[in-house]
């Protein structure tokens, strides 16, 4: 998703010129681009319906469910609507630290932000070039994508443990997700850094720009729409990051271990609602980020023509 | 991503700067996933009093345990089943979708829309979508009603919820995207001249899709197989949720084997997966370079 991100100003096509120049040729094609459509078409297109629905169906209903009223059940037909649930959120004991895991988790989810975009665009810088031993640093980085959360969450535990530190969600699980999202945001960073244009860093430094300046002046600006794409994944994958954490964040909770102790024994509406307020966060983020690169885009396209 | 310089090219000064750049990452890594890794390994070698202490050593007792119980196979056994029932089901799904996107919306922009539809799911909570089907699969969800209804069914269907099938409609739910974005990614660089050169020499739809269209998505689904397969071998909430408690994988005895303080047998079963799927992982690697994809 990251190189379509870093794609979107590129919508001029190329293809269009050339593809309308064999437009006869088109009628058989699997994919022609003018002209009627083949019967593939109709069938990928019901896939892919069907898919988008199965996809965002069942997280409607539960978003549907949590504003029934006090009556409200796990199933339909909705019982009355009311916010009942939202409140029971706050105030029922019953149903945990809601309030202190959501401070917790936005503030770890800043923290596992800033430090993301930061680490991956230095590392992003450093692996446009070989050096001894990049292999070696790429597949440790490969490595802590793949390896299983939760029992690098246990090492990280015991780790905390035999040094006798004690673990909590500003320490041990803040590591604990880094070693989740920094990889995605080596690989965002990939991804960007493959459509930079490396002319634009050669005339800064032929003007005379030191390293920090060509750095500050020509690369962040540029790769700025990418930069927000990796903050985006630092963000909501540490915002919503459960298996590395549950053996890390120590007494505390995040949000997402309160929403797991909440599946294992609450079996209320308010989980429902705890799941949309959580996804409201989630959405405004994305809106945010995706809004602002588009801003980025629309910014850069106006000055070109200006 | 390297169009300047080559491997041969690597001064000391360039390893020097290259190390510099990486090394905030290296930095993290090494404390939060070798040191990790390194613990859960040296566990698995300890002995332990049955309360959570370990007592330092050598002993092989929990590896012997491990691979002596029947349970083990039972479980590799279910933690296979699910990993390829979800892969075979991402992978069709994943690969029609990305074809869909890249070959047959005309219009760039909403391809990237629709593209971006699918994605957003991917940035909010996994435990949120999972439980989001109980209202749907549940002994009284809309599925059964909606057949209970027209008359399919007269009893509702109990293996909609709480069952393996359950486990495997979640983990196919919150993994395509997994293959949507790396197939996607491969299909969008194939050059759209060469499909009409196909078609101009008389190549069927089949040909096209068996000669081009696969074998240049090949990394793509490369890319995609690794991410999935390692998330459901690593995963154990989906199991132990959608299953109702009656279904375990490897990791979800893990998590079991830590509720009650087994470190060492914990450990000795999370380094056999972790060599199962570091074996996976690099059978896949072999036949495609990863990162000459990633930064190409």
């Known amino acids: ?306 | 991503m390297q169009p300047r310089s080559s491997p041969a090219q690597k001064s000391p000064r360039a390893n020097l700067a290259g190390w510099l750049y990486v090394s905030p990452l290296v930095l993290v890594l090494v404390p939060f996933f070798v040191a990790p890794i390194l613990v859960v390994l040296a566990a698995s070698f300890f002995a332990t009093d049955g309360f959570g202490g370990l007592t330092p050593g050598f002993t092989l007792a929990s590896y012997v345990e491990v691979l002596h119980s029947a349970l083990t196979l039972k479980l590799y056994l279910a933690t296979i089943k699910f990993t390829a029932l979800t892969w075979i089901f991402t992978l069709i799904i994943g690969f029609f979708v990305a074809y869909f996107l890249v070959f047959h919306v005309r219009n760039q922009l909403l391809a990237i829309g629709l593209f971006l539809l699918c994605t957003v799911p991917f940035w909010t909570s996994n435990i949120i979508r999972m439980i989001s089907w109980i209202p749907l699969l549940g002994k009284e969800g809309l599925i059964n009603q909606a057949l209970l209804g027209l008359g399919v069914i007269r009893q509702p269907l109990e293996v909609l919820l709480f069952s393996d099938l359950a486990v495997v409609i979640a983990y196919v739910h919150q993994l395509t995207i997994f293959m949507i974005v790396p197939i996607f990614n491969s299909m969008a660089r194939i050059d759209k001249k060469l499909i009409e050169a196909a078609i101009d020499a008389g190549a069927s739809r089949f040909d096209i899709m068996r000669l081009i269209v696969v074998p240049m998505s090949k990394s793509g689904i490369a890319l995609g197989t690794i991410f999935v397969v390692s998330i459901v071998m690593g995963d154990f909430f989906v199991v132990k949720v959608m299953s109702g408690g009656g279904s375990a994988s490897v990791v979800s005895a893990f998590y079991e084997d830590v509720g009650v303080l087994q470190y060492p047998t914990a450990a000795a079963s999370a380094v056999l997966l972790t060599l199962v799927l570091v074996a996976i992982v690099s059978l896949i690697l072999r036949t495609v370079d990863i990162r000459q994809e990633i930064t190409r």
């Open chain 1, 1 to 306: 998703m990251s190189a379509v991100l870093a794609d979107m100003p590129k919508t001029d096509m190329p293809e269009t010129e050339t593809s309308k120049t064999v437009a006869p040729a088109a009628t058989k094609a699997i994919a022609p681009r003018t002209g009627r459509r083949p019967w593939t078409f109709y069938v990928l297109a019901t896939l892919f319906a069907a898919y988008v629905i199965a996809l965002y169906g069942p997280m409607f209903c539960i978003y549907i469910l949590s504003f029934q009223d006090i009556r409200g059940g796990l199933v339909f037909p909705m019982k009355g609507h009311s916010l009942h649930w939202f409140a029971d959120l706050v105030t029922q004991v019953r149903t945990g630290d809601v309030k202190g895991s959501f401070d917790r988790s936005i503030k770890l989810a800043v923290i596992v932000t800033v430090i993301t975009v930061v680490v991956s665009f230095l590392a992003g810088l450093g692996f446009r070039k070989r050096f001894g031993g990049d292999t070696f640093v790429f597949y440790m980085m490969i490595g802590s994508l793949v390896a299983p959360g939760l029992v690098l969450g246990l090492g990280t535990g015991l780790l905390f443990q035999a040094l006798g530190l004690n673990a909590s969600w500003y320490t041990s699980a803040l590591g604990a997700q880094l070693s989740w999202t920094l990889p995605f945001g080596v690989l965002v960073m990939f991804a960007v850094m493959s459509r930079f244009n490396h002319v634009w860093e050669e005339a800064a430094y032929d003007l005379g720009a030191s390293r920090w300046q060509s750095i500050r002046l020509v690369m962040i600006p540029v790769l700025a729409p990418g930069l927000v794409a990796v903050a985006l994944f630092g963000f909501t994958l540490s915002y919503d990051e459960f298996a590395r954490s549950l053996q890390t964040a120590g007494s505390l909770n995040t949000l997402p271990l309160e929403i797991w102790s909440m599946t294992l024994n609450v079996t209320s509406p308010s989980l429902y609602a705890l799941g949309t307020v959580t996804t409201i966060v989630s959405f405004i983020v994305i809106g945010a980020s995706l809004g602002s690169i588009v801003l980025i885009q629309k910014k850069r396209g106006s000055s070109a023509k200006g």
